[in-house]
């Protein structure tokens, strides 16, 4: 695996404590294909991860898993800085944003915003403020009576992302959240997932196919290879938060690109 890290070390969050480890994962689905192979991954706290590789090299495999949601087939996923409840399961909370926006469409906003905090049996009235806070974050502070056919892609993923968010997650995991957008609404919502993490910083893992958005959003870019899915490279972006378009504009985000360009190619070829 290659390793690319800065000469000085930076500042936290890159010193931070792992909030997640994986040692060895391997996962092989019941049909016999062998996702992911001997991962082993460590996540620091506040980091902002991005998950890239081709298709098909485990990478929603991994959040899935991360999320508790399938069986491990060999490996360990540990939560080190998380209590355990008596059956021996971490007590965390994580937010999960999928590619799709995922909105009950016969439900408003707000309604769609409540339902994790409904799942938790809060009441609406104890969970209107903060429903109101989140569709503020995420700028819908006006939509909360309307309803997802009445709202634009990138609304509806910004619901996703105050729903993702409203149970305020120590981490977050996004699936290629903004993949099915345009460009400049993809920027808007970069710039604005930016914004929010700055503001609470909770680890973010962020699966996407696109070396230009890893680079802008992360500060350390996880590549990985198919055939068995496993990392390849495990890169950093030693820039300073926040970032903004002068950023995307640099010659450092133009060899930040290429370097993890070069990398993405390495693991395909
Ligand atoms: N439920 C499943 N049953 C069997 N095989 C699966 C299942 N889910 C995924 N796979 C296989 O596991 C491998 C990894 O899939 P995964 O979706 O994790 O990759 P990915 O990197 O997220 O792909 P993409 O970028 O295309 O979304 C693929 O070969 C896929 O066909």
Redesign the pocket.
């Known amino acids: 695996m290659q390793m690319f890290a800065p000469e000085a070390a930076s500042a936290s969050p890159h010193t931070a404590k792992p909030i997640i480890t994986l040692n060895g994962v391997t996962?092989t689905?019941?049909?016999g294909?062998?996702?992911?192979r001997d991962v082993d991954l460590a996540i620091g706290q506040s980091e902002f991860v991005s998950?890239l590789?081709?298709?098909?090299?485990?990478?929603?495999?991994?959040?899935?898993l991360i999320a508790g949601l399938?069986e491990i087939s060999a490996g360990r996923i540990d939560w080190p800085q998380t209590a355990h409840t008596a059956r021996g399961e971490p007590e965390h909370d994580i937010g999960f944003v999928f590619q799709e926006p995922t909105l009950m469409p016969w439900a408003t906003v707000f309604d769609n915003v409540y339902l994790p905090l409904k799942l938790k049996r809060m009441s609406r009235r104890q969970a209107a403020p903060i429903i109101r806070d989140a569709l503020t974050k995420v700028g819908l502070e006006n939509f909360g009576k309307a309803y997802p056919r009445e709202l634009s892609g990138g609304m509806k993923m910004r619901v996703s992302i105050a729903r993702g968010l409203i149970t305020r997650p120590s981490v977050l995991l996004m699936?290629?959240p903004f993949a099915a957008l345009d460009e400049i609404t993809r920027f808007r919502l970069n710039d604005d997932l930016l914004a929010m993490w700055a503001g609470q910083h909770w680890t973010v893992i962020f699966?996407t196919?696109s070396v230009y958005e890893s680079v802008y959003l992360s500060d350390r870019i996880v590549v990985?290879g198919?055939?068995p899915?496993r990392v390849t490279a495990d890169i950093r972006i030693d820039e300073p938060y926040p970032r903004s378009e002068a950023f995307r504009l640099s010659s450092r985000y133009n060899d930040y690109c290429r370097l993890v360009s070069a990398a993405l190619h390495e693991t395909m070829t």
């Open positions: 996962k689905y019941g049909n294909t062998t996702a992911l998950l590789g081709p298709s098909g090299c485990g990478k929603s495999t991994l959040l899935r399938g699936d290629e699966v196919h990985m198919a055939r899915g």
